[in-house]
């Protein structure tokens, strides 16, 4: 079975510049979630949705954040315009949810973000 | 609000020697709660999970027992290896909810 997939694995950009990162989560699971891994601040949660629909948004460090998700298998992460502090691995995971269970999550291979 | 707290790392063993990484947890209701592995340069996996009191979560040689009367998941390994070198996450999550992650242990094994 194929896992989460998470692309590019790598990206460098400039200052100002967009950044789209993308996410296509394990084929019947419904929640996805975005994080966050910087040496200084851990593990950060930003978005969870739940059957394509944004929860908790309040990881979100601000505007220049979002995120969508069109369908059950695609999930992109922007940030415009990006800042070198932006810099960090960002994680995507997806859950299958089962009523009532508290499920866990499989996470994707990240994508290292560096923004000069 | 709900949090895990996890023993600070590093934590350096040499090869064979017995592991023990501290976790403890605070939380309304029952939650389920799991060990996450990060190799280098990897994303996180799933280690092993215990969903209710007196649970005991194992893989790999890795086990946890979910205590609910001290709030602890403590990881644990009899005889650890240098493959074992990386960062140890204790989470929880309620039904419904993202999980709640720990800040990691990183573990470090020479041979």
């Known amino acids: 079975d194929a896992g989460v997939i998470q692309s590019p694995r790598h990206e460098v950009t400039e200052m100002g510049q967009e950044v789209t990162l993308r996410c296509k989560p394990i084929s019947g699971h419904n929640s996805l979630f975005w994080y966050r891994q910087t040496m200084m601040r851990g593990l950060e949660l930003l978005i969870y949705f739940n059957n394509n629909v944004p929860i908790d948004d309040s990881g979100m460090p601000e505007d220049r954040f979002s995120a969508k998700m069109p369908n059950a298998s695609f999930s992109t992460l922007k940030i415009q315009p990006s800042e070198p502090r932006d810099s960090a691995v960002y994680f995507c995971?997806?859950?299958?949810?089962?009523?009532?269970?508290?499920?866990?999550?499989?996470f994707g291979p990240g994508t290292r973000l560096t923004v000069t | 609000g709900d949090s895990v707290t996890q023993m600070e790392g590093p934590v350096t063993l040499s090869e064979e020697a017995f592991l023990t990484i501290n976790c403890t947890y605070t939380a309304t209701g029952y939650p389920s709660l799991f060990w996450y592995v990060q190799y280098p340069g990897e994303g996180l996996q799933l280690l092993l999970k215990?969903?209710?009191?007196?649970d005991k979560g194992s893989n790999k040689g890795f086990e946890a027992t979910y205590r609910k009367e001290t709030t602890s998941f403590h990881l644990e390994k009899g005889s650890v290896q240098v493959s074992d070198s990386a960062v140890y996450f204790c989470?929880?999550?309620?039904?419904?909810?993202?999980?709640?992650f720990g800040k990691g242990t990183t573990l470090s094994v020479s041979s």
């Open positions: 215990a969903t209710k009191a007196d």
């Open positions: 995971a997806s859950s299958p949810r089962r009523v009532g269970g508290k499920y866990e999550q499989y």
């Open positions: 989470a929880l999550n309620q039904a419904g909810t993202a999980l709640i």
